[in-house]
């Protein structure tokens, strides 16, 4: 049924978790100015938060647990917003826009 974790890999997925949890404080506390700042450090961490906020959002909506999943749902958007950001800002997006129709 379950899947047993070795001591590395249990210790890993506990770090996301406690990262994720901070990210879901951020957006409570000082909404999506500082989550974004948190999403910036977590670097490759982010895509692992990302796909844990959404199975738990899944798994508290299943259970009824409403404000539960809404944290969960908020945290996944904000780290899928990050993953979706270009890393060379609007500008490069505008210049590839336009070299395009070209």
């Known amino acids: 049924m379950g899947r047993h974790l070795r001591g590395g890999e249990a210790s890993r997925l506990h770090h996301i978790f406690a990262l994720l949890h ?3 404080r951020a957006l409570a506390s000082g909404g999506e100015i500082a989550a974004a700042d948190l999403v910036a450090k977590l670097g490759a961490k982010a895509e692992t938060a990302r796909e844990l906020a959404y199975r738990l959002f899944t798994l508290c909506e299943r259970k009824k647990r409403a404000a539960d999943a809404l944290a969960y749902n908020g945290a996944g958007a904000e780290l899928a917003g990050d993953r979706a950001a270009d890393p060379r800002g609007p ?3 505008t210049h590839r ?6």
């Open 97 to 102: 826009a336009r070299s395009v129709r070209r």
């Open 22 to 24: 901070q990210l879901i």
């Open 91 to 93: 500008q490069s997006r």
